[in-house]
């Protein structure tokens, strides 16, 4: 078993010389972030910050699984090491460069509308980056966070449910102050290359867990009914896959291309096909072939 490192519950750890002393990247306040989030009322049951893990989505879901994550419980890590999105891709970036952080709920809505959970998290999470970073976050479906650099769409985040336990964890991995020569690929991007109002990731992590509980709040109220809440009408205002020409590469090696022009009330990306016919998508993988309009 390979030795893990010691958990400091606060991330106070500053010793003269060692890898958490990068003054530009302060670590996360998990007490002030604990008495601002968790209280009496609140979606959020507990939180709690690690130095760094393989990843939290696999660590919280672990926990789901024995019945010792309640719901509304978060855990966030300064630093991922088997990070993992859609499709088991890898998402790796440098210590406190970012948030990456996960939460556990258990929806009393009909499962059949749990496929909402991932959309309602964009949909969360670019409405409070553009309150508390005062950047402009659009969503590609199904799961991506898009930013603007330097007059080119960039991915800055992403997102991944998986079912665990009695409920489901989402995990949003968010990058924040990574630098050009520190991106992974050339399509990546982040707050601080969009020119965010500020990087301090405590507001920022406060703001989208506020605004997931407001977001998750009302499609609770409205039976998960994404119309009834207004959430597809917000996703489908953010989304920046519609209107564009895109190739949805389907499981099973199939491929369909096409107009996407809606995102139906299953969540669904609906594709205009040349031969006359509207496609629901329900899972690929979708590339952007033109811009909108």
């Not at 924040?176 to 405590?202: C, F, I, M, N, Y």
């Amino acid at each position: 078993m390979t030795p893990q490192p010691p958990v400091n519950p606060d991330n106070s750890d500053k010793e003269p010389g060692g890898r958490w002393t990068d003054l530009d990247r302060p670590p996360l306040n998990a007490t002030a972030l604990r008495k601002a989030l968790v209280r009496p009322g609140s979606l959020w049951t507990s939180l709690d910050v690690v130095q760094a893990t393989g990843s939290t989505n696999t660590d919280l879901a672990a926990r789901a699984a024995k019945g010792e994550a309640a719901a509304g419980s978060v855990l966030v890590a300064e630093e991922q090491s088997a990070a993992r999105g859609r499709l088991d891709r890898t998402w790796s970036a440098p210590p406190r460069s970012g948030l990456f952080f996960s939460v556990y709920l258990e929806p009393d809505v009909p499962s059949a509308r749990w496929g909402w959970l991932p959309l309602l998290a964009g949909v969360a999470t670019a409405t409070a980056l553009a309150r508390a970073a005062g950047v402009d976050t659009a969503l590609k479906w199904p799961n991506d966070l898009l930013i603007t650099v330097d007059g080119e769409e960039r991915k800055t985040g992403g997102i991944l449910a998986e079912a665990a336990g009695s409920g489901v964890v989402l995990g949003i991995g968010l990058n924040v102050s990574l630098r050009a020569d520190e991106l992974p690929v050339p399509t990546a991007g982040s707050l601080a290359l969009a020119g965010a109002q500020g990087t301090d990731r405590d507001p920022l992590l406060r703001a989208v867990l506020r605004s997931l509980e407001q977001w998750y709040g009302d499609w609770r109220a409205a039976g998960g009914d994404p119309a009834a809440a207004g959430l597809q009408e917000a996703y489908a205002a953010g989304c920046a896959t519609l209107g564009r020409t895109v190739r949805a590469l389907l499981p099973g090696d199939q491929e369909i291309r096409g107009e996407a022009v809606a995102v139906d009330g299953d969540g669904r990306l609906v594709l205009a096909t040349g031969d006359g016919v509207q496609r629901p998508v329900s899972a690929g993988d979708i590339v952007h072939l033109r811009p909108a309009g």
